[in-house]
């Protein structure tokens, strides 16, 4: 039973670049949501959706951060340009029902430099 | 801001010995859960408890609730080197009809063999 699938693993981008994250939910879940983590702040909501439809992106940081969800099994979050300060790892993390347990992809690094 | 706080932020133990970590929360929720994180791994969800429940077993976890003083615990027993990992309560509440998941900065536990 595959998990929730992120890609890439690891990125490095020079500061300015496009970033585009992509996620594949665990098939049925209909709650799928972007988290980022980092030393210093800690794992972070950014946005969720609950099918297809973003319910809550008070966590996105600014503009140039979008997320996406065109449909059941497929969502990106782009960054647009990239700063070093987005430096992190962002998880996609997908769930059955609202408040209960959520499955975590293994996350992916980026690096802007 | 931060929902949960868990405390000690680092805990060394030996093998066998037992681990207890600690959180605290502010507002009012509808659960807690607590998560565990490898190093470079995404996180792994070990237990939910409800708000109207005060403690709950899972193999050799044991989570208590105490909402009264907005507080749990995670005790580990018989600890093993392969329980070294991040552990994170987060906590579920719900606002209007949305939802959130928000996370603690993460105990971090070294077991020695």
């Known amino acids: 039973d595959a998990g929730v699938i992120q890609s890439p693993r690891h990125e490095v981008t020079e500061m300015g670049q496009e970033v585009t994250l992509r996620c594949k939910p665990i098939?049925?879940?209909?709650?799928l949501f972007w988290y980022r983590q980092t030393m210093m702040r800690g794992l972070e909501l950014l946005i969720y959706?609950?099918?297809?439809?973003?319910?809550?992106d008070s966590g996105m940081p600014e503009d140039r951060f979008s997320a996406k969800m065109p449909n059941a099994s497929f969502s990106t979050l782009k960054i647009q340009p990239s700063e070093p300060r987005d430096s992190a790892v962002y998880f996609c993390?997908?769930?059955?029902?609202?408040?209960?347990?959520?499955?975590f992809g293994e996350g992916s690094w980026l690096t802007v430099v | 801001s931060q929902q949960g706080e868990e405390d000690p932020q680092a805990l060394s133990i030996q093998e066998g010995e037992n681990a207890t970590m600690n959180c605290s929360y502010k507002?009012?929720?509808?659960?807690l859960q607590w998560y565990r994180q490898n190093s470079g791994r995404g996180l792994v969800h070990l237990i939910l408890?409800?708000?109207?429940?005060r403690e709950k077993h899972s193999g050799r976890l044991r989570v208590t609730l105490d909402t009264s003083k907005k507080s749990s615990s995670l005790l580990i027993t018989a600890s093993r080197a392969a329980d070294t990992a991040s552990y994170f309560c987060?906590?579920?509440?719900?606002?209007?009809?949305?939802?959130?998941?928000?996370f603690g900065k993460g105990t971090l536990l070294t077991v020695n063999p």
């Open positions: 993390a997908s769930s059955s029902s609202v408040g209960n347990t959520i499955y």
């Open positions: 098939s049925g879940h209909d709650y």
């Open positions: 959706f609950n099918n297809n439809v973003p319910i809550d």
């Open positions: 507002t009012s929720i509808n659960n």
């Open positions: 408890i409800r708000s109207n429940e």
């Open positions: 987060a906590t579920a509440s719900r606002y209007g009809s949305n939802y959130k998941l928000t």
